[in-house]
């Protein structure tokens, strides 16, 4: 009697050291979230060739790249003007002439403004806007009723950044 | 020390002071130094190499192909009777008949030749920045901008003049020539540099696809929002901004260039360019657009870049043809600006002078006329005139002669900064070729 008890006891006592002690541990799981990195405005230092200016410019406007003959010919016009900031300019408006610049319609871009702004910055210049800089943008465009993404995506295309890689 | 950080301040604070008040409207610094002596300059780079011996000496085939026919075939700029036989510089079939003369009068007759100067290269581009710059700066290569200021940005900087008062008109974009309007001097550069056209290329019918159809937008309600977006997008950038090469155009002068490049693009569809009475040469036409800039602008400082000649490289058929031509181009500036230019006649001094000459010898090639062509390597290629008139130039006069060179090509810049005004400015800079002289302390 007194054997079985020692005997149940001790079985008892292993019975649970063993299953707290077998017990199989959790392996941690790591995930990463998905994230688009851009560069800052910091990285960029080179400036872009009149031809690559054009070339990235007509793909963000048009979702759609100028042919090799154009790009040629447009450099060309460019050379042949010295004001180029002038030049860029009158392209630009040529280019927003032409009907098939790709971007939201007046109200679509009022209705969410934070997107807007955001999809601009990353269209144009590759890279997100800084809490001021979205700020400063809503303000502009909710204060001011004439603008519209045209008026904007121009200031973007004809910034000094936008030449900038 | 107190002592003395207190006199560096104060001698801070009074330079400050005497300083300040220089600080125009205008944004340059200190007001003009010199009178002018009229307020518009037409400057002709007469280049492309040409040879002494068929412009000023006029032998026309005399010496170049040894056949006995001299001639003046520059009769717009030139005093003396043109070749009578072995015509082809003319139009039509074979170039025989001669381009009629625009001018009533010679410019030479009208004003002053310096009919031996010295180039201070005997290559295109170094010669075309001795005409602007006032040196030849021998460490600059091509395909880079002028390495000493060019005269456009001392007028800019110390004249005081605006970006549309200084326009250099270029024939064409190739050899450096795009580059010309500025240098790269730390002290000048694109802020004070002149604005361009190669309205050959700016104005033809594929430009006229990419700039011709701008969309017009309201100033006020778009355009100013527009800059604002702009200028708040540089300000997060402005320390990667400073090399862009912006010619510092006000607004309203972007405007107005623009309104101009619609308006050329109309009178190019029109055919209503004041292109000279015969147009068939890239530099004619470039001297149509010239004036067109000159009505239009009425700019203190225009240059003018010519360089058809150079086909004198294979072609002496086709060299004689643009020398003509040439001639004619000038002929009808001058006729234009005091015909058609009111604000301009009489109160503006034409020079011309080439950026060099070509060598005496020949090179081996012939051309369809079995003529013999010319570089420019040699001695001879050093050869060259100048010509001014204008008002205070004085008339009917030459200076210098074969065997006795007078001035180098250089002189032509430091004359046209006489001419506006900052002659002081430029002679200060340092920057000259030796010897450089104003033409009219050679008078």
New interface residues.
């Given amino acids: 009697m007194q054997v079985s008890k020692i005997i149940s006891s001790v079985a008892i006592v292993l019975f649970i050291a063993l299953s707290v002690s077998c017990k199989k541990k959790e392996e941690p799981l790591f995930i990463l979230n998905n994230v688009e990195l851009y560069p800052n405005s910091a990285a960029k230092t080179r400036v872009k060739s009149d031809e690559q200016w054009v070339a990235i410019l007509h793909t963000n406007l048009f979702q759609s790249a100028l042919s090799s003959n154009e790009l040629f010919q447009i450099g060309e016009c460019i050379a042949s003007i010295g004001d180029k900031e002038l030049v860029r300019e009158i392209i630009i408006s040529n280019f927003m002439n032409d009907g098939g610049v790709v971007m939201p319609t007046d109200e679509e871009m009022r209705a969410d403004l934070p997107t807007f702004i955001t999809d601009t910055y990353t269209r144009f210049l590759v890279r997100y806007p800084s809490v001021s800089e979205e700020t400063w943008y809503t303000n502009y465009i909710e204060t001011n009723p004439y603008i519209t993404p045209e008026l904007v995506y121009f200031s973007f295309a004809l910034s000094n950044e936008y030449l900038y890689y | 020390m107190k002592r003395r950080e207190f006199i560096r301040k104060t001698g801070l604070t009074a330079g400050a002071a005497l300083v300040a008040p220089y600080i125009l409207p205008s944004g340059r610094l200190f007001a003009q130094t010199g009178s002018q002596i009229a307020p518009h300059v037409v400057m002709v780079m007469f280049a492309g190499g040409v040879r002494q011996q068929e412009s000023v000496l006029q032998r026309y085939v005399e010496d170049s192909q040894n056949e006995p026919y001299p001639g003046n075939i520059m009769y717009n700029m030139l005093d003396g009777e043109a070749p009578t036989q072995k015509i082809v510089y003319g139009t039509g079939a074979g170039g025989i008949n001669p381009i009629p003369q625009i001018l009533n009068s010679s410019l030479q007759s009208q004003g002053t030749l310096f009919s031996e100067v010295t180039a201070l290269s005997r290559g295109h581009y170094g010669g075309l920045n001795s005409l602007l710059q006032g040196s030849n700066a021998i460490t600059q290569g091509l395909r880079q901008k002028p390495v000493n200021p060019t005269i456009f940005e001392f007028l800019r900087r110390h004249g005081g003049y605006s ?1 549309t008062d200084a326009w ?1 008109i ?1 024939n064409g ?1 190739n050899n450096s020539v ?1 580059l010309l ?1 500025y240098s790269i001097d730390p002290g000048y550069g694109a802020s004070y ?7 050959n ?2 104005f033809d019918g ?2 006229e ?10 100033p006020e ?2 355009l100013d ?6 200028y ?3 300000n ?6 400073s ?5 510092g ?1 006000t607004e309203d002068e ?1 405007q107005q ?2 309104e101009f ?1 619609t308006l050329m693009y109309d009178k190019t569809g029109n055919g209503t360019i004041a292109h000279p009475p015969i147009s068939d040469s890239e530099d004619l036409r470039t001297v149509g657009y010239t004036c067109e800039v000159l009505k239009h602008f009425k700019p203190a400082m225009t240059v003018v870049n010519l360089d058809n000649v150079d086909a004198c490289h294979s072609n002496f058929t086709e060299y004689t043809a643009s020398l003509h031509r040439a001639d004619h181009a000038v002929g009808h500036l001058w006729d234009y600006i005091q015909n058609e230019i009111p604000e301009m006649a009489d109160n503006t001094i034409i020079i011309a002078t080439p950026e060099c000459g070509r060598n005496l010898e020949p090179n081996g090639i012939l051309d369809a006329n079995d003529w013999r062509s010319f570089d420019h390597s040699d001695e001879n290629a050093l050869r060259v005139f100048t010509m001014m008139a204008g008002p205070t130039i004085p008339q009917n006069l030459t200076i210098g002669g074969e065997g006795n060179p007078i001035g180098f090509t250089s002189d032509s810049m430091l004359t046209a900064a006489e001419i506006l005004g900052v002659k002081n400015n430029v002679l200060n800079a340092g920057t000259l070729a030796p010897g450089t002289l104003s033409l009219f302390d050679r008078l």
Wanted: proline share 6%; glycine share 10%.
């Fill in positions: 970006a250099f270029g974009i795009p309007n540099g002149a604005n361009f056209f190669a309205p290329i700016t594929v430009c696809n990419f700039l011709g159809d701008a969309r017009v937008y309201h309600n778009e929002p527009i800059y604002q977006m702009k708040f997008l540089d997060n950038f402005d320390n990667y901004a090399g862009l090469g912006n010619l155009n972007k260039i623009k490049m």
